[in-house]
């Protein structure tokens, strides 16, 4: 069985052997999570995803080798269960372990991500408040290991752990 979708030219294909009942079950997910729902006109702006992320996290402190931020679990950030979503912790993880690693590393030098691992232990939930620590782990030459802890800060309840490898770019020689 074809459908089309009214809001597009794609085709879905259904299986035959699926029961109808399975099939509607699954067509309501899709409505009630806003698959059909239009995307807000800001969200198409250039670095629209790095705003996002750098308004929502407040820096605590910053040492050589550790930094530390908090943030609050906000509606923009949330998922479908009312908590953090995945894609944030790691878009978080990813620019605290980059912060972090600046501060061991020459301001000339130019950082990029190249393997970043979560561990997701618990839940936070809207509106819950967090505090990021982040701390090298191993700096040489040419990559830095952080390692980030996400806690809640009212019960320091470990909820997510990251570790990230970054790696460092020489300055071109011109």
Known sequence: ?????????????????????YVSAVKGFFADVGIHASLPQNSFSKDFYSDL???????????RGRVSCIFSVSPAVGNYFNGLHGGAVGAIAERVSIACARTV???????????????YLS???????LVVEAA????????????????IKKTRKLVYISRATIYHMPPAKL
């Open 123 to 129: 839940a936070a939930t809207l509106n819950e408040v």
């Open 105 to 119: 590393v020459a301001g000339d030098k130019e950082l990029f991500l190249g393997e970043l691992s979560i561990s």
């Open 53 to 63: 992320i750098r308004d929502l996290l407040k820096v605590d402190n910053v040492l």
């Open 136 to 151: 090298v782990a191993r700096s040489g030459r040419n990559l830095t290991a952080v390692a980030s802890e996400f806690r």
């Open 1 to 21: 069985m074809t459908e089309t979708s009214s809001s597009s030219s794609s085709t879905t294909t259904i299986s035959k052997d699926l029961p109808s009942d």
